[in-house]
């Protein structure tokens, strides 16, 4: 068996789409925007086997911006599996990255997040998602309604897209949404039958948060409401801003159901209503981060507080992550440099991407027997260092 890994050329891109699609069970079209400059695919015997792709996204990062790659269109056809074709591609990419010092580190969403964290991802990231009747949305307190709501259409998308980059400036895991991004995302034409709506809310004319969302037919059993309503996003900039987007979401009389399938770990709702175990929020993983180059990765962004960590990396896919590193910050400015010092803490690459990204704490971690901790005293320095203003979330799928 001869074994390759290229990008395809483009007269190969309608085999990787066919790929693709097969093992994704997506649409052909779902892939139109990929190209051949940004896959690193698997060859054997001259024969396309397994596809792999990176979009150039740009993340906010705890109040910083970085470059990453969003890993995606990973797929084998099934008469190529289990033959190492998507190790050999990881540990291609990853070098690749690393010399030519390309984005330092990689996310993903993972149909089995068992397939990635073999290759050193970390669930960097946790979604909730909501299942609740409207009439169970209701306030433990109230307070007055200070601005006013009014209807959006299509044509003001530059007016949520300055919304939405205010909103997530100072967040971790959130990426620059593209024109496209809106437009297959929130803003793609709703399942037949069903209405897109978006609604804006504003003080003295200022707009300081929007929701969009669709109603339409639920197919519930009669008697009573039969309309289902599924929230496609909400952003605020303010408190009076979120609750006046949830009550204008509470007086649909005919929605038997509302849901929300993107909701972030630290989102307010279930600490602000009356009966907030009627949300029926369930959890499940978000994206997976791969640090791919720890001395360019760790200063990107900001730490809640100056000084110094002295740590071991453990990381057998990238040998230059590897060894005893010490990071210096005072607080925007970080510089990571190898050092011969003992190290604090020893932690595999993995549990240093949920440090980095504000998963889980040092402290956390210790106590889960993810990293070892040589000395004991340093996790609470640790914990405040890498403290991140939200919890991270990325709220576009790729």
């Given at each position: 068996?001869?074994?390759?890994?290229?990008?395809?050329?483009?007269?190969?891109?309608?085999?990787?789409?066919?790929?693709c699609?097969?093992?994704?069970a997506?649409?052909?079209e779902?892939?139109?925007?990929?190209?051949?400059?940004?896959?690193?695919?698997?060859?054997?015997?001259?024969?396309l086997?397994?596809?792999?792709?990176r979009?150039?996204?740009?993340?906010?990062?705890?109040?910083?911006?970085?470059?990453?790659?969003?890993?995606?269109?990973?797929?084998?056809?099934?008469?190529?599996?289990?033959?190492?074709?998507?190790?050999?591609?990881?540990?291609t990419?990853?070098?690749?990255?690393?010399?030519?010092e390309?984005?330092?580190?990689?996310?993903?969403?993972?149909?089995?997040?068992?397939?990635?964290?073999?290759?050193?991802?970390?669930?960097?990231?946790?979604?909730?998602?909501?299942?609740?009747?409207?009439?169970?949305?209701a306030?433990?307190h109230?307070?007055?309604?200070?601005?006013?709501?009014?209807?959006?259409?299509?044509?003001?998308?530059?007016?949520?897209?300055?919304?939405?980059?205010?909103?997530?400036?100072?967040?971790?895991?959130?990426?620059?949404?593209?024109?496209?991004m809106?437009?297959?995302?929130?803003?793609a034409?709703p399942?037949?039958?069903?209405?897109?709506?978006?609604?804006?809310?504003?003080?003295?004319?200022?707009?300081?948060?929007?929701?969009?969302?669709?109603t339409?037919?639920?197919?519930?059993?009669?008697?009573?409401?039969n309309?289902?309503?599924?929230?496609?996003?909400?952003?605020?900039?303010?408190?009076?801003a979120?609750r006046?987007l949830w009550?204008?979401?509470?007086?649909?009389d005919?929605?038997r159901?509302?849901?929300?399938?993107?909701?972030?770990?630290?989102?307010?709702?279930?600490?602000?209503?009356?009966?907030?175990?009627?949300?029926?929020?369930?959890?499940?993983?978000?994206?997976?981060?791969?640090?791919?180059?720890?001395?360019?990765?760790?200063?990107?962004?900001?730490?809640?507080?100056?000084?110094?960590?002295?740590?071991?990396?453990?990381?057998?896919?990238?040998p230059?992550?590897?060894?005893?590193?010490?990071?210096?910050?005072?607080?925007?400015?970080?510089?990571?440099?190898?050092?011969?010092?003992?190290?604090?803490?020893?932690?595999?690459?993995?549990?240093?991407?949920?440090?980095?990204?504000?998963?889980?704490?040092a402290?956390?971690?210790?106590?889960?027997?993810r990293?070892?901790?040589?000395?004991?005293?340093?996790?609470?320095r640790?914990?405040?260092?890498?403290?991140?203003?939200h919890?991270?979330?990325?709220?576009?799928?790729?």
């Amino acid at each position: 068996m001869s074994l390759t890994v290229r990008p395809v050329e483009a007269e190969e891109m309608p085999e990787f789409v066919r790929i693709c699609s097969l093992s994704l069970a997506m649409p052909p079209e779902r892939f139109a925007a990929m190209r051949p400059e940004w896959t690193l695919c698997a060859f054997e015997d001259g024969q396309l086997a397994t596809c792999y792709g990176r979009w150039p996204f740009q993340m906010y990062f705890n109040g910083a911006s970085t470059p990453v790659a969003g890993v995606t269109t990973v797929s084998t056809l099934p008469i190529y599996r289990r033959r190492g074709h998507l190790r050999a591609i990881m540990e291609t990419d990853f070098r690749l990255l690393h010399e030519q010092e390309g984005p330092a580190i990689a996310i993903l969403y993972a149909s089995l997040a068992a397939i990635y964290q073999r290759f050193g991802y970390g669930i960097v990231s946790t979604h909730y998602s909501y299942r609740v009747e409207p009439r169970y949305l209701a306030f433990a307190h109230s307070t007055p309604t200070r601005g006013r709501l009014r209807e959006a259409t299509r044509a003001e998308s530059g007016l949520l897209n300055a919304l939405l980059k205010r909103f997530r400036a100072p967040r971790t895991g959130d990426l620059h949404r593209s024109r496209a991004m809106w437009e297959y995302g929130v803003l793609a034409e709703p399942p037949a039958g069903h209405t897109l709506s978006l609604v804006v809310y504003e003080e003295d004319g200022e707009p300081l948060g929007y929701v969009i969302y669709t109603t339409g037919p639920g197919g519930f059993p009669p008697p009573g409401p039969n309309q289902a309503l599924d929230v496609r996003e909400l952003i605020w900039l303010t408190p009076a801003a979120y609750r006046t987007l949830w009550e204008h979401l509470a007086r649909f009389d005919l929605v038997r159901e509302l849901t929300w399938g993107t909701v972030p770990a630290d989102d307010p709702l279930p600490h602000l209503l009356l009966e907030p175990r009627m949300l029926r929020a369930t959890a499940r993983d978000g994206i997976l981060a791969r640090i791919v180059d720890v001395a360019r990765a760790l200063p990107a962004r900001p730490y809640a507080a100056p000084g110094a960590l002295r740590f071991a990396v453990i990381d057998e896919l990238c040998p230059w992550n590897a060894g005893r590193w010490r990071l210096e910050t005072g607080g925007v400015e970080t510089e990571v440099r190898r050092t011969s010092e003992t190290p604090e803490l020893t932690l595999p690459v993995h549990t240093l991407a949920l440090l980095l990204f504000g998963q889980i704490s040092a402290s956390e971690a210790a106590r889960m027997g993810r990293l070892d901790a040589h000395e004991p005293d340093a996790l609470e320095r640790w914990d405040m260092m890498l403290r991140t203003r939200h919890r991270p979330f990325c709220g576009d799928h790729f």
